[in-house]
T-cell receptor, first 113, second 114 residues
Framework: ELKVEQNPLFLSMQEGKNYTIYCNYSTTSDRLYWYRQDPGKSLESLFVLLSNGAVKQEGRLMASLDTKARLSTLHITAAVHDLSATYFCAVDIYGGSQGNLIFGKGTKLSVKP | GAGVSQSPRYKVAKRGQDVALRCDPISGHVSLFWYQQALGQGPEFLTYFQNEAQLDKSGLPSDRFFAERPEGSVSTLKIQRTQQEDSAVYLC????????????FGDGTRLSIL
């Protein structure tokens, strides 16, 4: 059974600090997605990581993928309050085309002044 | 609109009633997905369509759940004889068929079974 585990599940940060969210998965996959969800809202696509060693950056967020270690990281640089949200990683297990996404439980990030 | 549209946004039903949830995907998106998200959890896959073909329904929790997409566009998720454990947010997502495309999610339908 494929499992996707995120840690931490809850993260309280001060503005200006750096931190990393980890996403481990239990089966072979070379496609991993990061989404953001604000309370009561839907999921917004942040990053699509498609190969081993992939690194993508957008603003204060940077995501990477190590398929050999079955690990993805989401690094937050100099956090600001606007980044407060729940972040999900998801793995596509079909390989050939995008299909069934398996999500982690999410990391609820709270950035405090 | 340009995004995935779901209706209703909120649905309250008594246990035992049937409900129907609608999803209008982004125009031109071939793939359509339904997910169930319990409070404080990540979305869980229910079913997947490519055009009108339901290619995977392995995530549907019971035979009370039924989904269709008869013309390859709008999809309906139907839940018969609802039970309290069906209370959740039901998310619909669509994507342009092929590799490298993220799924675009609607705002969801929050279903509460009393």
């Amino acid at each position: 059974e494929l499992k996707v585990e995120q840690n931490p599940l809850f993260l309280s940060m001060q503005e200006g600090k750096n931190y990393t969210i980890y996403c481990n998965y239990s089966t072979t996959s070379d496609r991993l997605y990061w989404y953001r969800q604000d309370p009561g809202k839907s999921l917004e696509s942040l990053f699509v990581l498609l190969s081993n060693g992939a690194v993508k950056q957008e603003g204060r967020l940077m995501a990477s993928l190590d398929t050999k270690a079955r690990l993805s990281t989401l690094h937050i640089t100099a956090a600001v309050h606007d980044l407060s949200a729940t972040y999900f990683c998801a793995v596509d297990i079909y390989g050939g085309s995008q299909g069934n996404l398996i999500f982690g439980k999410g990391t609820k990030l709270s950035v405090k002044p | 609109g340009a995004g995935v549209s779901q209706s209703p946004r909120y649905k309250v039903a008594k246990r035992g009633q049937d409900v129907a949830l609608r999803c209008d995907p982004i125009s031109g998106h071939v793939s359509l997905f339904w997910y169930q998200q319990a409070l404080g959890q990540g979305p869980e896959f229910l079913t997947y369509f490519q055009n009108e073909a339901q290619l995977d329904k392995s995530g549907l929790p019971s035979d009370r759940f039924f989904a269709e997409r008869p013309e390859g566009s709008v999809s309906t998720l139907k839940i018969q004889r609802t039970q309290q454990e069906d209370s959740a947010v039901y998310l619909c997502a669509s994507s342009y068929s092929g590799l490298l495309q993220p799924q675009h999610f609607g705002d969801g339908t929050r279903l509460s079974i009393l």
